[in-house]
Structure formats: C-alpha cells, structure tokens
C-alpha cells in the first residue's frame, strides 16, 4: 500500500466528501448538517458540536479511506469507476444501515416510537434520511460517489 | 379561523429573530421565520381566508384579560368563561448564549401552554399554517410522536404537543377539556439544519418559561432609567428589543408589512426593514436607557452595512446590510381590513433622503460621547458622508415622509445636513475625528444655517415651514429643537409650535405628522405626539404642559402597552405598521428629556449644579455649552 497516496487522496476525498454535503445543505437540497449530527454525541452546544463534527467527519473519512484503499489493492487495479462503485455501496450503507440505527446509539437523537424526550430530542434521520429533506439519499449519494471516484482515480499503486 | 382583531388587539412575543403577533383572543394571525423579513407561515392579519392563523380559544364567549409578565415579553391571556377561567401563555424561549450552550435549542420556538384555573374549560385548537403569505400549499405530515411536520425543503416546521392535534383538510385541529389545575403545550419550532431539536412541550415548558423570564427580566434590569413613566419607557425598551436582530444588532422599523395608515387604503408599506434616519433617535433611546451593548451593537451594524454603499446611503437595509427586495404587491391576500395592496418589499429604497446623513453622523456622535472609538475607515466614511450632505443640501429630496410622487426641498433635511456638518466639527473640537477641513465646514455649516433661517422661516405665518419657500407645515419641524439647531425656548420654534398646534392638532395628545395628512385620511403620527412632548420638555413650555401632553398620547397605548405608527383621532385605535420601533424610541427620548426636565427644575430650587444629564451628547463632550 502507498501510505502517503492514501493519506493524500483520502484528505482530498473527505475535503470534497465534505463540501459537497455541506454545500448541499447550503443549496436547500437538505437539511442534514453531518458535522452538527455528529458532534451533537458529544455536546448539545450547537457551535461547538459543527467544529467537534467536522473534526469527527475527517478522521472518519480518513479511516474509510482506508477501506476503499484496501479494496483497491486487493483487486490490484484503482480507477475512478471502481472508486464511484465502492463509493455507491458506501452510501447505501450509510443511508440504509448507518443513519437508521443512529438512535440506538446517539445520546442526544430521540426515537420515532417514543418521540423525543428531554435528554434526547434530536430528530432521527428516518428510512435513507428522508426527515431531513426529500433529496437527502441524492446528495449523500452523489457526495460519495465523488469521494471514492476521488480515491479510485488518484490513488497511486505503490 | 382568525378574527377580525383591531391592531391594538395584538400583542407581541418575539426572540430578537422575528415577532408573532397574537390578538386578544388567542389567534396567532402573523409570524415570519426565520427572520423578520421572511415569507410569512402566519398571515392572517392581512388575509383571515388566505393568510393562515394559530388559535388557541375557550369554545364559549370570554372575558378577556391580558398583560405581558413584569418586566418581560411573555404574554398571558386570562380567558374568564361562564364556566371556569383559562390562561393561556405565550413565549418564544429566549435565554443567554451560557444556557443555550448546556442544553439542545430549536433554531426558532414558540410555546403556547394552555391552563385551566379555576373550574373547566372546553379548549378549541386550529392550526393552520399557510407559508409564503399563502402562496404555497401547506402540506401537513403527521409524523407520531415527532409531531405535525410542515416540510419546505430547507424550512422545516414542526408542531409538537402533549394532546392530539388531527389534521383535516386545511390545517389541524383539536378540542379538549381542561379540568382546574391541568394544562396543555403546545411547541412550534423551525429548523434549517438536520437532525431538528424536538423539544417535548410539556418537559420542557416550565424550564424555558423560567428562563426567558429571567433573560428578559436581567435585560429590563438594565435600564438606567429612573424618571417619570418607567413602566411605560420599560416596555417600550422591551418593544424595541423585540424589534431589534441579535445576531447583527440591527433594528427593524416595524413587525409587519402592510398594516393600513388609513384603514381600506392603499398607504400599505413593509417596515420589516432597517431605516438609516431612525439611527440617530434610536441611539440616543438606547444610551439614555444605559443600553450600551444594544446601542453599540446597532451602530457596528450601521457603519457595517453604510460601508458597503459609501458615500451614498441606503435609506434602508435589510437586517444584515443588504439591499432589501424590490417591491412587488401581494395581489392574492385582500390586506387588513381590506386595505390593498399588501406589499412586500420597499419601493423607498431607491429614494434620496439627505436626512440621513446627519443622522448617521448624529449616532455615531452619541456613540462616540459614550466612550466609543472610531477607526480610520469609519472617520473616512463619515468624512464623505459629510461631504455628500455639503455637495448635495441644496437638492430637493424626498424627505423624511418619503412621498413617493415629488422632491422638495425639505426644511428638515437641511437641517441634517447642517448637523452633518456640525457634528463632525464637534467631534473634531473633541479630538475624536481627524483630517477635517474645518474652514470649508464651517463655512458651509454657515452657509446652510443662514439658508434655512432666511428661506424656510415664514415671515407672514412667523414659523419653519415644511419646505424652503414653503407655506404649509410639518410636525417634524419640531425636531430643529431637538437637533439643537433651534434652541426650543426661542420665539422661532415657540411660535413654530403654536402654528402647529393651530393646523395639526389633531385632539388631547395629537398631532398630525403635516397638513396632507388630513386630504389623505390618515391618523395622528404617534411618534410626532411624542416629539411633541419632547420639544415642549426641552423648553418649549412648562413641565406640567409636557407632562400633560406626554400622558395623553400615553393613553393611546394598547392594554399591553404597546404603539402602531398612527392613532385615529376619532376612536383611538391604532393605525399603522405595529408595533412600531420610531413611535417607542419617540416615548423614551420624550421620557427622557422629561426627565432632563425635572431634574434641572429640581436642581434649580435647591441650586446645585446639574450632572449625570441622560443621553445628550452635545453636552457631554462639551460641557462648556452646557445649560
């Protein structure tokens, strides 16, 4: 593996992974703010949850990085479509898998059975994130199949 | 549905973001989130079919009583029925940014928390929210136990309460009784981010309740103010508060757009917008109240936003600095009281007003007198600002009315641009401004003094006419006074204020703002009553007269306290945008100078020397020319 082509590409792929969603956000195609959902398991300070988020998201690209990465050097071959592809699966993952179970374990994100309650009033995100707005699934959609085109194209094999 | 309310049926809760207005009995008839200027998701105030309302009622006929809780802006209304009495409460949280930091907060809330107090009482609920003035279907979601969601692509909107509210074919409703001593909340918040803060009503409203009572009690607190009428001046500081921005410090001239000045006409005009003339009457409310954040935070913003268009000024800016929108008419709503059109948007932006600059020098002069520093980029753009009201004085302009069909030549507005000018040589004496060319300032400062004294006096009618050659007259002209161009004892401005009296009086307490105002139909201007009392306090006449005078226009308040832009002289109701920011900065400068008032009378029967003056800077920064 290429320790520095992954760090490099991996920041650069989190960087835009990033800015897409936020700008997503700031288009009016969503409401989901990842950086605020994120930090908000840490603190119900809304400023300081979007820095402690940010900071979260980043590591968390990187690490996921990793796994494309891996991906890559398994098949012996990186390129933007294969990227876009693991890319595609990681987003059906999130929206299918990862958003849904955040009640189970965010302290702050209320259940849709029992509505929220003092300590946890947090909307949850719904099936593919829907409560956050109806074109929710596409931005984070779109925002990883960048990200892994991002780290299939660039990636260079050691 | 909503009701026919009167405008001084309506009172105010706000959170330095935006104002819901809620009548008597109960209807939320207008809101705009997430700011002051946005669409409305309430307007019934201007539509009772179309515009969309909130209420929350008795089902049988009610006694009503309201007040806002001491010292806040939390509003109670006491439903006194044949068979019990309910009250219900209305707030949107506010707290300080320490408490925001330890608990989640919806970007934007409004709790409404019905109790039973004595007896029972059946409570009829109709939730109706028509976003964008009603332009857009309201498509409800019942989302369980995450409450009614009104999903507008990035606005999301979301009703949570501890009863069930059904939805229906426009709207939810709900009915149920409430035996003595039980309660019901209801939560409206907004949210622009994912995932939205879902406060639960019922947890949570004692706990928001307590702190908002205690944020705006600490604010009240800070009042300096100790002279007559205090509850009045409280209030309308808290009216001001409510009208003002928190995040930029801006303050808008009104709540609402389109309230009638003459009920069933077409002088409708959106106010939710800052205007840069109000600054300087507005600064000199805020310092003299000892509001100095507030004071400061509104002139930051003032010199932010006048940055941007130097040396030419906006007349007015959005609450961040921005060019509002352009005016267009909202053909679709029938407007209060069939009052059309409803406009959004305000066409007087485009207007030239000299009268503003002077009045952006004569706040920032207040803010200076008060300790503030001006950096080298802010005196150069009150350099140029002076600059412009010394090239253009004598053009005709649009005045502080703002007619939108002539230019004159304004008497007031030279008078402005001559305290353009003295301001700044004022401030330059003082060693607070740099690199001023005093001779050609002071030449010109003469130069439009001379001018006015010679050409805007009347010799037949022996007063200040509106405009230069002129023979009709104009309340503002009071304000020469004010802006210490006239001393307010001289024979000038007391035979001034006697032809006004004559042509504007209007009734007790009362004045028209100029004579078209009586072909036009409007009311009596409520801020020119409280010029009026504050011209007549500065010396203009006795104590008891400014006393008089002051409290009549007093009596024209609403049951909470609170002013529209125009009172009709024939039944007192209050006409205009409301509540309105000018008409209560008029009652405190009015308190105020009353107050001046009393303490150099006293001063003078016990001959000690007069100090700690409230809120004139001239005399602060040169004690020399002090009375």
């Given at each position: ?158 | ?279 300087a ?30 040396p ?42 000299l009268d503003m600059y002077g009045g952006l020098i004569e706040?920032v002069t ?16 009150l350099r140029q600002c002076a600059d412009y009201a010394r090239d253009h004085w004598q053009d005709p302009d ?11 030549c304004f008497t007031l507005s030279r008078v402005l641009c001559w305290v353009a000018l003295d301001r700044l040589l004022e401030m330059h004496r003082q060693?607070r401004m740099q690199r001023i060319p005093v001779e050609q300032f002071s030449g010109d400062r003469e130069r439009i003094r001379r001018d006015i004294q010679t050409n805007c006096w009347n010799e037949?009618?022996?007063?200040y006419t509106?405009v230069r050659g ?7 002209l009071?304000l020469l006074a004010v802006f210490d161009f006239e001393d307010p004892?001289s024979d000038r401005m007391?035979?001034t ?120 800077p001239r005399q602060?920064m040169a004690?020399e020319v002090?009375?």
């Amino acid at each position: 593996m290429n320790v520095g082509s992954w760090l490099l590409w991996g920041f650069v792929g989190t960087v835009v992974l990033t800015a897409l969603l936020n700008g997503s956000q700031g288009l009016g195609m969503t409401r989901m703010n990842a950086p605020y959902l994120i930090g908000t398991m840490f603190t119900p300070n809304r400023d300081r949850a979007k820095f402690i988020g940010v900071v979260v998201h980043f590591i968390d690209g990187w690490i996921f990085s990793f796994l494309y990465v891996a991906a890559f050097q398994s098949w012996g071959a990186a390129t933007w479509w294969l990227g876009a592809l693991i890319g595609l699966v990681h987003a059906s993952f999130v929206l299918t898998a990862g958003l849904p179970l955040l009640p189970a374990f965010h302290p702050r994100m209320a259940n849709e059975q029992y509505g929220p309650t003092v300590v946890r009033q947090l909307e949850p995100p719904g099936f593919l994130a829907l409560h956050y707005g109806a074109r929710t699934p596409i931005s984070i959609v779109v925002a990883h199949l960048v990200y892994g085109a991002i780290l299939g194209g660039f990636y260079v094999f050691p | 549905m909503p009701s026919a309310a009167k405008i001084q049926d309506y009172a105010a809760v706000g959170d330095g973001r935006s104002i819901a207005l809620i009548s008597r009995d109960g209807s939320l008839d207008w809101l705009c989130w997430p700011r002051f200027d946005s669409p409305s998701l309430f307007a019934g105030l201007l539509d009772s079919r179309v515009g969309g309302a909130w209420s929350i009622r008795p089902t049988q006929p009610a006694k009503v009583e309201r007040r806002y809780l001491a010292d806040t802006n939390v509003l109670e209304t006491r439903f006194g029925t044949a068979t019990g009495v309910l009250v219900l409460t209305d707030f949107m949280p506010a707290a300080s940014e320490e408490a925001k930091r330890r608990m989640l907060w919806p970007e934007q809330e409004l709790m409404r928390h019905v109790e039973c107090d004595q007896g029972e009482v059946e409570v009829q609920v109709d939730f109706d929210p028509r976003p964008d003035f009603g332009r857009s279907r309201a498509v409800l979601r019942d989302a369980g136990k995450l409450g009614l969601r009104l999903d507008r692509g990035s606005h999301l909107f979301t009703l949570l309460s501890d009863v069930k509210v059904v939805l229906g074919q426009s709207g939810a409703a709900c009915r149920f009784s409430l035996p003595a001593d039980s309660s019901a909340t209801f939560s409206l918040s907004y949210s622009s981010e994912g995932p939205a803060v879902l406060s639960p009503p019922s947890e949570t409203f004692s706990k928001k309740l307590e702190l908002t009572v205690d944020w705006w009690r600490r604010w009240a607190a800070r009042a300096r103010y100790s002279g007559p009428y205090r509850d009045q001046v409280v209030r309308s500081a808290l009216a001001l508060k409510l009208l003002s921005y928190a995040p930029s410090g801006a303050i808008v001239a009104a709540a609402t757009t389109s309230l009638p000045e003459r009920v069933g006409g077409d002088l409708n005009w959106d106010y939710r917008y800052c205007w840069l003339r109000d600054a300087a009457m507005t600064v000199r409310a805020l310092f003299g109240l000892g509001y100095r954040e507030d004071a400061e935070a509104f002139v930051s913003w003032m010199l932010h936003a006048t940055r941007l268009t130097r040396p030419k000024l906006r007349v007015l800016y959005d609450v961040h600095g921005e060019s509002p929108p352009p005016e267009t008419e909202l053909m679709h709503l029938a407007g209060f009281a069939d009052s059309r059109p409803v406009r959004v948007g305000n066409a007087a932006q485009d207007q030239l007003q000299l009268d503003m600059y002077g009045g952006l020098i004569e706040a920032v002069t207040y803010f200076v007198s008060q300790g503030g520093n001006l950096d080298r980029e802010e005196q150069t753009l009150l350099r140029q600002c002076a600059d412009y009201a010394r090239d253009h004085w004598q053009d005709p302009d649009n005045g502080i009315w703002e007619p939108r069909d002539r230019r004159e030549c304004f008497t007031l507005s030279r008078v402005l641009c001559w305290v353009a000018l003295d301001r700044l040589l004022e401030m330059h004496r003082q060693g607070r401004m740099q690199r001023i060319p005093v001779e050609q300032f002071s030449g010109d400062r003469e130069r439009i003094r001379r001018d006015i004294q010679t050409n805007c006096w009347n010799e037949t009618l022996r007063c200040y006419t509106q405009v230069r050659g002129g023979e009709t007259l104009d309340a503002a002209l009071l304000l020469l006074a004010v802006f210490d161009f006239e001393d307010p004892s001289s024979d000038r401005m007391r035979q001034t204020y006697q032809r006004l009296q004559k042509r504007l009086r209007a009734g007790p307490g009362l004045i028209y703002r100029y004579e078209q105002s009586l072909e036009a139909g409007e009311g009596a201007f409520a801020i020119c009553c409280f010029w009026v009392a504050d011209f007549l306090a500065r010396g203009g006449s006795s104590l008891d007269e400014a006393h008089e005078f002051f409290g009549q226009t007093l009596s024209y308040a609403n049951d909470v306290g609170l002013f529209a832009e125009e009172i009709d002289p024939k039944t007192g109701d209050a006409v205009g945008n409301f509540p309105q920011a000018f008409t209560h900065v008029g009652l405190i400068n009015a308190a105020l100078s009353l107050a001046e008032r009393e303490e150099r009378e006293r001063a003078r029967h016990t001959e000690q020397p007069v100090h700690d003056r409230v809120g004139v800077p001239r005399q602060q920064m040169a004690p020399e020319v002090s009375a």
